[in-house]
């Protein structure tokens, strides 16, 4: 059985990621071992393959990027925490909708060490706790393995999200770990939300690399 590789990957710019991902996934085989990356990006919003450009209200100096995922429109930036999951679904015999609960619970299992409920919604992915959105959640899959995953809001400046209606709801809180009394850094939210996925997909071999291999 292969190693699932751990990336840590620190703070890069959005676009480049994005292009790897679409890279490495275009070039892998059956034999390819499946990867977790885990980054923080710079200030960006992005625009799912669902969005509508009226929900980008006033975006000013932060770029706008539209990208491949399913979802609609939302903000990365400093102190978020973004877990990149690129990962064979046909050989791990797994469906989008088993994928995405994944993605879902362990931002929700996290979240209980803290003693904080979380939940997910079955009309609206991702995570919220008191009706707040803590974690946006997108994928897509190409050639049967996914990318992209999910942003978990960490101890973050919060209002970029007012220049947009976060996931296409107009007025929609969020809120991030920190305020909450969770985790309040991307060194501790990252390992344990990458410890939490594998449990709940079955993920037992795990290999921890530091950066990309050149």
Excluded at 46 to 61: C, F, I, M, S
Excluded at 154 to 159: A, E, I, P, R, T
Aim: net charge neutral; proline share 5%.
């Amino acid at each position: 059985m292969q190693a699932t590789i751990i990336r840590q990957l620190g703070n890069q710019a959005y676009r480049p990621i994005w292009q790897r991902m679409q890279d490495f996934t275009d070039n892998r085989d059956k034999q390819t071992a499946d990867e977790i990356w885990l980054v923080e990006h710079p200030p960006v919003f992005t625009q799912g393959q669902a969005g509508k450009a009226e929900h980008v209200l006033t975006p000013g100096e932060i770029p706008v990027v539209q990208v491949d995922r399913g979802g609609q429109v939302t903000y990365h930036g400093p102190g978020q925490q973004m877990l990149y999951i690129l990962i064979d679904v046909r050989r791990n015999k797994l469906g989008v909708r088993h994928l995405v609960s994944g993605l879902e619970n362990c931002i929700v299992a996290l979240m209980a060490q803290f003693d904080i409920k979380a939940y997910a919604k079955k009309d609206a992915p991702g995570v919220y706790v008191d009706e707040r959105k803590l974690c946006s959640v997108g994928l897509r899959i190409r050639k049967g393995c996914s990318f992209h995953g999910l942003a978990l809001n960490v101890n973050m400046d919060l209002s970029p999200f007012q220049r947009i209606n976060p996931c296409g709801y107009a007025g929609l809180e969020m809120v991030d770990c920190a305020s909450l009394g969770g985790p309040k850094s991307l060194s501790v939210a990252g390992p344990a939300i990458v410890d939490h996925f594998c449990q709940l997909l079955g993920i037992k071999l795990k290999e921890y690399r530091e950066g990309f291999d050149e």
